[in-house]
């Protein structure tokens, strides 16, 4: 649709695809941080989308789809950046009617940006020579907060996964994950009873790091399944998208099927475009594993005494039986004594 007409400098890759009805979509991939010039690759498309009448769908909040009570320094940032925010400012100010915003994390409960970056600036500023009591007051609360945040997700958000990304075993990485969590405070966290060399305090923070990338990536997924719906739903002709580069791989991969690809001009990129869990599902298995090994031997060893285990409730149970059984044995000696007198 646009390839040819402008210089594409400013975007790290672009996909023009046409099905058999004549249905074109053009999607632009940036990297939301990159810092643009006054004029730029997406100012110059601005007067190209309003001419073509197209329906544009840009990464932005879809409960924050206009400029209302935007302050004018925030505008200039968004106007200095990425590019598809560059995009929805002057379209929104001139009242383009098919401006349609489909990021829905923030609508539908998931972590806001700034929130994910906090938390792991956090995190990965533990080291494994940091003992637990200088990080554990302040890991505590953000530990609440993705916990409940992954549970939010397995009840709600992951039942309405579906195709490309319905087979996705994100359930059961999650509820390992949680496991893992909710056991592994009850060890020593100082000690290295799971890894030799390995605290159990530091791999409880990994643990916690690879459950909010699991959240992160879930988010984009979702995002990326919003997307998927507008477009197929759509009756518009001529589609263009603005987004990050990771839903354009993704994107490229999903209709490379059922789309005749007119130009690709983007670097496929394996990493950005994977959609499995981050975590390794046996590994984490064998974490639980060793977890509850470690917890049940330290349970038995404030047990008492084996010696002192002939009242537990399996030995009065071993002893009733055997009691019974001697009792049982004596009234048949005494039987058989009688018949003999008699």
Same mark, same amino acid.
């Given at each position: ?308 285990? *002939? !009242? $537990?409730? #399996? @030995? /009065? &149970? *071993? !002893? $009733?039986? #055997? @009691? /019974? &059984? *001697?009792? $049982? ?14």
């Amino acid at each position: 649709m646009f390839s040819q007409e402008v210089d594409l400098t400013d975007v790290m890759g672009t996909i023009f695809l046409k099905n058999k009805t004549n249905k074109q979509i053009q999607i632009f991939g940036e990297n939301h941080a990159t810092k643009l010039k006054k004029k730029n690759t997406f100012t110059e498309l601005v007067p190209l989308i309003e001419e073509a009448k197209c329906l544009v769908l840009v990464e932005h909040s879809t409960i924050l789809c206009n400029l209302e009570g935007t302050p004018p320094e925030i505008e200039k940032m968004m106007l200095a950046t990425g590019g598809g925010d560059t995009i929805f400012v002057n379209l929104v100010k001139s009242k383009y009617p098919k401006l349609v915003c489909f990021d829905n994390r923030l609508e539908d409960g998931f972590f806001t940006g700034m929130e994910e970056s906090q938390y792991m600036r956090m995190l990965v500023s533990i080291t494994p020579d940091m003992k637990p009591d200088m990080w554990q007051e302040k890991v505590k609360v953000v530990l609440s907060e993705i916990m409940k945040k992954a549970k939010f997700i397995i009840k709600r958000i992951l039942p309405k996964f579906t195709y490309p990304y319905h087979e996705l075993e994100y359930v059961k990485h999650l509820s390992v994950q949680i496991m893992i969590l909710d056991n592994i405070t009850d060890l020593d966290l100082n000690a290295d009873t799971i890894y030799n060399g390995f605290p159990n305090g530091y791999l409880f923070i990994q643990i916690i790091i690879n459950l909010l990338k699991n959240i992160i990536r879930i988010g984009s997924l979702y995002v990326d399944l919003n997307l998927i719906n507008l477009i197929d739903e759509s009756k518009e002709e001529k589609i263009v998208v603005f987004t990050g580069k990771n839903h354009l791989d993704r994107l490229y991969i999903h209709y490379s099927d059922t789309y005749d690809i007119h130009t690709k001009n983007f670097e496929f990129d394996g990493e950005t475009s994977n959609v499995l869990p981050v975590n390794d599902f046996g590994t984490d298995l064998s974490i639980l594993q060793s977890i509850e090994d470690l917890l049940k031997q330290s349970k038995a060893a404030n047990s008492p005494k084996s010696a002192k285990s *002939a !009242n $537990s409730p #399996a @030995n /009065s &149970a *071993a !002893n $009733s039986a #055997a @009691n /019974s &059984a *001697a009792k $049982s044995t004596k009234k048949k000696k005494k039987k058989k004594k009688k018949s003999k007198k008699s």
